[in-house]
């Protein structure tokens, strides 16, 4: 009740003439350095950052989070129209939102996923609101054996045991740990496995890796198979968008168990990305019908984009209270705080409560802007697969390039997106899966360092894994969901048989789908 | 992932499991690249927990088994169809082939001047457009993108002798 | 049409400037500042703030562009630096680790490869335990720590840097012994400290200042022959000045300070060394410099040209013993 007070007073601050205009001017910039390749939010946000310099700290962060919210939004348009994810967290939503797009269906994709990620959006904020102070307390709970319990949990829930092939996704996933091994290792201090290379210091770029497997291994299966995108013809009318927006509440289920993923994620350390593959993963997992996923199934964009900003939202809090910033984004900001003046600790909300009500506030309102924003811009940016193939496509390529240049400006990288694309397209055709490949990047070195700090805390005892109720919890669930698709396996396995006496041909299709758990 | 098949197949230029084994084979060779490489940092397991090189030793040992695994079961899959038949094969490089040639330009000659040409070969050689078409949407592009970041985004790209002899940067 | 103007303009500058090309050295083309870490870290804090106020007096002609190139605990930034040997238009942005990195790690550079410019502050080291702890002074911390060798753990950012290298310190000076447990980065060491997953850490005053105002965590000694300069009190009762020093305290640690370092280039010609400590002079003396100093309570200390090559030298000679003593020095 105090919180809903104090949020009153929030909105009091924030909704202000002059602050609804920084939402609108943040919110189309970030949309701009989202959509655009090689810019990001960091980018974005460091550039305004000595803008703000002359402002009052909260104009100054209202300025900053919507430039945010929009870059969130832009990343996920590319991730449907061209399959380059602009964000790290927007992976998940290439896997169903471009097959989508590829048959037409880009409005109904990008309404979707903007719609989907500002209910997410909004549940982080709601959560805020309510439980601000016990959520920075029990954040603080988290040490290493947690941190990967949590890594942990959303490898398990992503991808679990059986498939087509076993073997290959044991390979892809295994590669994508050993890329994110490459470069310094914070645990010991030295270099590992980059053979004397000084482009290999800072590691596999994640971000290189998903621009060649998805955005540049897909254009050349595309151009092999001489399809052109067929969205070409597709009519693009705003009536389009409305009768997404109607068709929201047949996704309530969705909606609601990836807003509680997400914000479970973004108040643990788990962050954006790894909410978004954990809630597609589960989703995929706990459908009745397990077939369309990966080929342009609603659910599949909607899943992954609420979790994200869910994600994204309710990590706002432990960066405030803990001064721990979640991602480089966070970082900028929090750099910005000290600079204005203020130090994010848990002091922050006693000390300015104006400040922190009134950002909360904020992200109530910039969500909302952002969402009609990003809806209006939804025909045009459609109308961009009208363009023939053979000027958007090598266009995609330059902008393929660009982004992976701009990660680090290395020259190396442009070399290492196209050995990337290669192996994408041969991947791909050999039923390869990816998104493991791309999921053990992003968690692989955290999940070691976690890993490791708990070795170094225990004295080499792995007993600390279940050595208090919160790390038990966590383990015993990644556990019951890595082992979930072999249980159901030999359950479907013992009714097959059973029943294999009086009807054998029933046995595949049951085996079949009893393994579907496995991702792409 | 299914590719649906011609209607009357091609000649396959590359068979399946040719692809397959040589996609075992270069998985392998990366595993035991990262065993090698591991083993300089020492893979046991000692008081502080796991050695720098322990995980990714095991990561290597394990790409390396399960390749062979895929390696056995590309073999007796039998031929298994085409991977890619000539036309596709065709296709592909007709794509492929320009995007290298895009690279090497780019890091010899900065991005700008590297996707300016790269779009305008590509254009006009493939899409058949008329050269000044093809000229103006190339040189639109690299324009574009010079104005948004270096100029209002402050991103600086990898730029050549030109971006020098005009004196920008 | 406006770049023709520009380049003929420039053409004529050069011919007319030929004769005073001795003269002084100019930036030519937009500068590059080079982030020996990611974004928010310390040194990228220090390199922006450095940008900002440049930019707002106008003490360059050209613009800035920050580049964050942390990689390898900043070994990107440092062989990225190498590898543009002789071009003046880039500036590396670090602290002591570009010394002490070498050392530890077969990089791709040398200490001596790039040209220092400047060191600009140093930033302060503490001994922070958990606000809950028992603990009223350094004293009877240390001595705990003594009485159960490797019952205590310290938290810091990374490992063989500059948390671990005091942490050793400590150790050598008081016979003590902690299980070092190395973090991403000093916030999280802050947190974990803050959780009480770790015992105590070794934070820069600005890693764990909001920590220290919610009591989550309480300083206990500062590795400083004097105490901080007093400023406005953090908590209810306590300011920086009221933190004793490590000295004080019988911990025979006379200081331990980590440099904020500005280098050019490999072969950078002198006169754009000059330029460069004159710029970041000016610098220092504005009123924003001065305002970034306190608010992370470092301490500031200007040093250049010869000033600066002896304290760089003295500082190596300092951590290399450390380093030689624990064996990580790598051949």
Known sequence: MENLNSLMHGFGVAATGFHLMLMVVGVLLGILVGVLPGLGAPNGVSLLLPLTFSMDPVSAIILLTSMYWGALFGGST?????????????????????????????????????????????????????????????????????????????????????????????????????????????????????????????????????????????????????????????????????????????????????????????????????????????????????????????????????????????????????????????????????????????????????????????????????????????????????????????????????????????????????AFGLVGYVFKKLDYPIAPLVLAMVLGDKAEDAFRQSMIMSRGSLAIFWSNPLVTGLTALALTLLLWPVVGFAREWVRASRASALRPLSVRGAADEATGGLSR | MTHTTPETPAPALVSRRAAEVAAALFTGALGATVVVGAREYGVGWDSAGPQPGAFPFYLGLIIVAASLANLVRGVLAGAGGAFVDRDQARQVLAFFGPIVAFVVLTVTLGLYVGAALYLFGVMLVQGKYRWWIALLVSMGVSVFFFVVLERWFQVPLLKGPLEAALGIY | MKRITALALALAATVASAPLAQAAWQPSKPIEFVVTSGPGGGTDTFARVVQSIITKHKLVEQPIVVTNKGGGSGAEGYVYGKASAGDPHKVIFGTNNEYLLPLVAKLAFKPDDLTPVAAMAMDEFLIWVNGAAPYADAKSYLEAVKAKPEGFKMGGSQSKDTDETLTKLIEGATGAKFIYVPFKGGGEAAVQLAGAHVDSNTNNPNENIGQWKAGLVKPLCVFSPERLPAGAKVTADKGWSDIPTCKEQGVPIDQFQMPRTVWLTPKAPDDAVTYYADVLAKVKDTPEWKEYIERTSQTSRFLSGKDLKTFIASDEEKNRKVFEKEGWVVK
């Open chain 1, 78 to 418: 590319t991730s449907i129209l061209f399959n380059i994810p602009g964000e790290p967290s927007s992976v998940a939503t290439t896997f169903d939102g471009y097959p989508m797009a590829k048959q037409g269906r880009a409005t109904e994709a990008l309404s979707l996923a903007f719609l989907s990620a500002g209910f997410g959006a909004l549940a982080g904020v709601v959560l805020i609101t309510i439980l601000s102070t016990w959520v920075a307390k029990f954040a603080l709970r988290f040490s290493s054996p947690e941190y990967f319990a949590v890594y942990f949990l959303a490898f398990a829930s992503f991808v679990g045991l059986g498939g087509a092939s076993p073997f290959k996704t044991i390979v892809s996933m295994m590669l994508g740990f050993a890329f994110a091994t490459v470069g310094m290792d914070t645990i010991s201090g030295s270099l590992r496995l980059t053979f004397g290379f000084s482009e290999l210091l800072n590691g596999v770029s994640f971000l290189v890796a998903v621009i060649g497997l998805f955005g540049i291994g897909e254009l050349i299966l595309t151009m092999e198979e001489g399809l052109r995108f067929e969205g070409i013809r597709a009519r693009i009318s705003p009536r389009d968008v409305f009768a997404t927006i109607a068709s929201m509440p047949r996704y309530w289920v969705s909606l609601l168990r990836s807003s509680l993923i997400g914000c479970w994620m973004g108040i643990t350390p788990g962050g954006p990305t790894a909410a978004s593959f954990m809630s597609y993963g589960l989703a995929k997992r706990f459908a009745r019908n397990k077939e369309g996923f990966g080929k342009g199934r609603p659910e599949g964009v909607v899943c992954p984009e609420t979790a994200d900003h869910a994600a994204g939202t309710s990590a706002i809090l432990p960066m405030l209270a803990l001064g721990v910033p979640g991602s480089a984004t966070a970082a900028v900001m929090m750099g910005g705080l000290m600079i204005w003046g203020l130090n994010p600790g848990p002091m922050l909300f006693i000390d300015k409560p104006d400040f922190v009500w009134g950002l909360v506030a904020s992200m109530y309102l910039g969500n909302v802007v952002a969402v009609v924003l990003v809806l209006a811009t939804v025909p045009f940016f459609a109308a961009i697969l009208r363009i023939p193939f053979a000027i958007i496509g090598p266009v995609i390529v330059v902008v393929c390039f660009i982004g992976a240049y701009t990660v680090s400006s290395a020259t190396f990288d442009l070399w290492l997106a196209l």
